[in-house]
């Protein structure tokens, strides 16, 4: 079945840019029926939408997030990534990617989701 | 921004017992199309977020059916008609409707007498 399994460092200084990837295997990121999306929970908080994107690279992000945040995707390797800017402390947080149901239609449920990775922001 | 809210923020229910869950928007969900873009997950002690239902009253593949939803417009309901020590853990509510951004309700922490 398909699963979605988060990378990247654990440890990130201020100022600098947080980079995670979210490898999909059991099936194709390429399929027309999904988004493929980047949710994130500090610790004992609730869950914040980052951004979505769609195969073919259409993309939409939280404009709360948007002047920091560039998700991408690669086909090729079956992955798509996060890159955060500018993190503060603010940003140390659980970060889940998941597959989004919508495809060609409106954006729906996030219905399968990755184990999640924790990064802290900190010198 | 559509703002979720949830009540209670906490609950703590006998097993076997059932228990609900209230989420209002603080605009209507229901979209054009005739869908209403609102969703309900369970996220267990150290785990991710799990789907349980969509679209207001339909649940997920593999989600027991003493899990329902109801609702409509900006008014909704999860309700646990026996609950079970498995059932433990913070629910949220979720709506799509907007894009951007999706937004989740703050949670509610549900746990065992």
């Known amino acids: 079945q398909l699963q979605l399994q988060e990378s990247g460092p654990g440890l990130v200084k201020p100022s600098e840019t947080l980079s995670l990837t979210c490898t999909v295997s059991?099936?194709?990121?390429?399929?027309?029926?999904?988004?493929w999306g980047w949710i994130r929970q500090p610790p004992g908080k609730g869950l914040e939408w980052i951004g979505s994107?769609?195969?073919?690279?259409?993309?939409y992000y939280n404009p709360s997030l948007k002047s920091r945040v560039t998700i991408s995707v690669d086909t090729s390797k079956n992955q798509f990534s996060l890159k955060l800017s500018s993190v503060t402390a603010a940003d140390t947080a659980v970060y889940y990617c998941?597959?989004?149901?919508?495809?060609?239609?409106?954006?729906?449920?996030?219905?399968?989701w990755g184990q999640g990775t924790m990064v802290t922001v900190s010198s | 921004d559509i703002v979720m809210t949830q009540t209670p923020l906490s609950l703590s229910v006998t097993p076997g017992q059932p228990a609900s869950i209230s989420c209002k928007s603080s605009?209507?969900?229901?979209?054009?199309?005739?869908?209403?873009?609102l969703y309900w997950y369970l996220q267990k002690p150290g785990q991710p977020p799990q789907l349980l239902i969509y679209?207001?009253?339909n649940r997920f593949s593999g989600v027991p059916d003493r899990f329902s939803g109801s609702g409509s417009g900006t008014d909704f309901t999860l309700k646990i008609s026996r609950v079970e020590a498995e059932d433990v853990g913070v629910y949220y509510c979720?709506?799509?409707?907007?894009?951007?951004?999706?937004?989740f309700g703050p949670g509610t922490k549900v746990d065992i007498k």
């Open positions: 679209e207001v009253s």
């Open positions: 994107i769609y195969y073919s690279g259409s993309t």
């Open positions: 979720m709506q799509s409707i907007q894009l951007p951004p999706f937004t």
């Open positions: 059991g099936g194709s990121i390429s399929s027309s029926s999904y988004y």
């Open positions: 605009q209507s969900l229901l979209h054009s199309d005739g869908k209403t873009y």
């Open positions: 998941a597959r989004q149901e919508g495809g060609s239609g409106w954006p729906g449920a996030f219905d399968i």
